[in-house]
């Protein structure tokens, strides 16, 4: 959601705050069969420690069955409750694959339509809305701006329609003609959910309940605020103007964007959805998600061509990449003082899941321990070979200057026969390694590559940078 992008590998983590001490609490659990799980729970306590991470839960699952699973820390530094595997956590952009897999199982009963323009299941909307496909909004090529999420405009529930009935008001709602490129876009995925409550007669929050989350056995996953509240709930935390830890207040809530990032779950809840996908749907002896469902949900259906993943792809819901061999499935997601990520690999059936109560922090460390006990060390990758460097002319230079935008903008300019990229982190030195394909340097973080097309018939100049596309102004 509003921090998707600091959840991603490339990007800096910000407000790490080493040096607060937190008191930690481990929830026991019945021990289970399988490996000695007790490195990982001291690699997740280090990781908290090191992230002032107040309270977090983690669960493994391998083949169809949970095998460690454990609530650490602290839901709340103020009351000291502990957290559980059944204390529930806001998700962020977790909540896209739930989205997903409920439009996937209404379009497998032939109720929705993956391919059929939106206007022939919704006749209300605006026709720049109305001519995209669902798959082009699960799969995040329909060309539309990014929305910011974070604490909100609205809490009521009818604010899904009405965003999507002002988005199709709105002159730059389409960066590029649907279908162009990949681009990360809450406003899709709330498109999404919103043609799902029409198609069901029913509002997002209780068309999720009966088409997913009951099938699931999901029985505390909710999107209302006012339901979480009624179970042990992990507030966000983050660092407050003393540098201490604070609870933050109040709490992110932003109906519009409900199907893109807003769901709360725990760790058990989002292992039975996991598991579910893991293992085409089935789950306790039973079809709990209609079949081919989770086949949809981890198919590549477009290329991420920048270096954000390595030969990344989207599914619906998911990244896709190369690891350890083999594809990993994921997604990550963040609001105000909460973080969430899951990993996988399908082809081996075990997955990772993390929920914390603090934003802009990443436990890689976690996830490579728990995948070295499930999947052995992982294996030595060979060194990426030499960029070539290309040469850029004056004249082409000037074509790529100018200011590109999608939620925010960047900025490139020639000065002094160089060319540059601007953003928050000041001008830095742009290097061409290829046809469309450029590379910066950011003070403090690995290299990122970016591609940038020029202006074509039937559609404008843009750039397509980690996992956004922003349209030439």
Do not use: C
């Not at 002032?52 to 949970?66: K, L, S, W």
């Not at 993956?114 to 329909?142: F, I, M």
């Not at 003082?337 to 990772?352: D, H, L, S, T, W």
């Amino acid at each position: 959601m509003n921090a998707m992008r600091r959840s991603l590998a490339l990007l800096p983590v910000l407000l790490v705050v080493s040096s607060l001490a937190v008191p930690l609490h481990a929830q026991p659990v019945e021990p289970a069969s399988g490996p000695d799980f007790s490195e990982l729970e001291r690699t997740v306590l280090d990781e908290m420690s090191a992230t002032a991470t107040p309270g977090a839960a983690v669960a493994v699952i391998q083949g169809d069955r949970v095998i460690f699973v454990r609530g650490l820390g602290m839901a709340n530094v103020e009351t000291g409750e502990p957290v559980t595997p059944d204390t529930l956590f806001r998700v962020g952009s977790l909540t896209k694959m739930l989205t997903a897999a409920a439009v996937l199982t209404l379009a497998r009963d032939g109720t929705l339509s993956l391919d059929a323009p939106l206007s022939k299941k919704d006749k209300r909307l605006d026709p720049k809305l109305g001519q995209l496909t669902l798959d082009q909004l699960l799969s995040q090529t329909a060309g539309l701006r990014d929305e910011a999420g974070g604490h909100g405009w609205e809490h009521g529930e009818e604010a899904l329609d009405r965003f999507v009935d002002w988005l199709g008001t709105r002159d730059n709602t389409t960066l590029l003609p649907p279908g162009t490129a990949f681009s990360y876009s809450n406003a899709g995925y709330a498109v999404a959910g919103s043609l799902l409550t029409r198609a069901v007669g029913k509002r997002y929050a209780d068309a999720m309940e009966e088409i997913l989350f009951k099938p699931l056995g999901m029985t505390r996953t909710t999107l209302r605020p006012t339901m979480a509240m009624t179970y042990p709930l992990a507030v966000g935390h983050a660092a407050g103007e003393s540098g201490r830890l604070a609870v933050v207040r109040p709490v992110a809530d932003d109906s519009r964007l409900w199907p893109a990032g807003y769901a709360f779950s725990s760790a058990n809840d989002v292992a039975r959805f996991i598991r579910a996908v893991l293992n085409g749907g089935q789950l306790d002896g039973r079809q709990a998600l209609r079949t081919g469902v989770s086949a949809q949900l981890l198919t590549p259906h477009v290329p991420i061509p920048t270096n954000v993943f390595k030969n990344g792809a989207y599914g619906y819901g998911f990244f896709l990449q190369d690891d350890r061999g083999m594809r990993r499935a994921e997604h990550g997601g963040e609001l105000p003082g909460y973080g969430a990520e899951i990993r996988m690999f399908p082809e081996r059936r075990v997955a990772v899941i993390v929920l914390m109560n603090r934003e802009g922090v990443r436990f890689n460390q976690t996830f490579d321990k728990a995948f070295d006990l499930l999947l052995g060390p992982k294996p030595k990758e060979e060194p990426s070979p030499p960029l070539k460097i290309v040469k850029m002319t004056a004249e082409e230079m000037a074509s790529y200057a100018g200011s590109y935008v999608n939620r925010g903008h960047v900025d490139f300019y020639v000065n002094d026969g160089r060319l540059f990229l601007s953003r928050n982190e000041g001008p830095l030195p742009v290097t061409k390694i290829g046809e469309h394909r450029f590379r910066v340097t950011p003070r403090g973080a690995p290299p990122q590559e970016f591609l940038i097309f020029p202006e074509a018939e039937g559609r404008p100049g843009y750039l397509q940078m980690l996992i956004w596309v922003y349209r030439k102004e």
